[in-house]
Nanobody, 123 residues
Framework: QVRLVESGGGLVQPGGSLRLSCAAS????????MAWFRQAPGKEREFVSA????????DYSDSVKGRFTMTRDSAASSVFLQMNSLTFEDTAIYYC????????????????WGQGTQVTVGS
């Protein structure tokens, strides 16, 4: 069993930045690919970014590419999402997810999920 705990959400003004964290416990995180998804009110959950379990290659959705950066620590027990140049459209609950082996963009591929952290972009 893998437990994921997100933190770092909050209220930020347009153009501002936030850094989300996701701490993993349980199964050795070094073997897990991890991802961030988000869900805005009335919308489906959408892929944001993912990082591979081996060589830490990353993937980003077009809507966040160039503004968000996903990293993982050396022990691979935590991942981070640095979010810059935030816009109103980034307002959502952000979820951390994990799966065995390679990263994908499909939420249904991820077996483990955190509880989510709210990000609100507003004045």
């Amino acid at each position: 069993q893998v437990r994921l705990v997100e933190s770092g959400g909050g209220l930020v003004q347009p153009g501002g930045s936030l850094r989300l964290s996701c701490a993993a416990s349980g199964r050795p995180a070094v073997s897990m690919s991890m991802a961030w998804f988000r869900q805005a009110p009335g919308k489906e959950r959408e892929f944001v970014s993912a990082i591979n379990w081996g060589t830490p290659t990353t993937d980003y959705s077009d809507s966040v590419k160039g503004r968000f950066t996903m990293t993982r620590d050396s022990a691979a027990s935590s991942v981070f999402l640095q979010m810059n140049s935030l816009t109103f459209e980034d307002t959502a609950i952000y979820y951390c997810a994990a799966k065995v082996q390679g990263k994908t963009r499909s939420a249904s591929d991820y077996a483990y999920w955190g509880q989510g952290t709210q990000v609100t972009v507003g004045s």
